[in-house]
């Protein structure tokens, strides 16, 4: 949540020439309504199906830039998804400038008393999850977008070149 993945997948779309796909945007589209409204009438549970569902629809594809929301990591399923479909990288930032960057937004997993709470309950809950999945981690708090962008396709050649 604010680490950047949807602003630094168009980055590394328009690097690699590869088709960025956001998870959100298909699971509002599989839903025809937006994230906020489907919280709202189904709750987070049929959310995280909605995205297993559309995650399990990426498998097999190539020349994909995927960006998912940052709750896809805490449904075990999920975990086991992410890394059929290609390496998993996992933005990092610290929990204040991740606070920082979603205060004003209307996402709904911060409709809380406490958003800013919120937000180190939830670094705390999924950090492991992402240490557990990703093949490796970029901490994004000092790095612009393109910074981080350009720093994810060095090791993903890094990466490459050593196989």
Known sequence: MGSGKSSVGRILSSLTGFALVDTDTLVAQQAGQSIPAVFKQHGEEHFRSLETEVLQSLVGRIGLIIATGGGIITVEQNRAILPQIGPVVWLDANPELLYQRVKNSK?????????????????????????????????????????????????LQQQQAQQ
Do not use: G, K, M
């Open 107 to 155: 996402r709904p997993l911060l409709r809380t008393h406490d958003p800013r709470r919120t937000v180190d309950e939830l670094y705390r809950a999924r950090e492991p999850l992402y240490r557990e999945t990703s093949n490796f981690r970029i901490d994004s708090t000092h790095l612009t977008h393109r910074q981080t962008a350009e720093a994810v396709l060095a090791h």
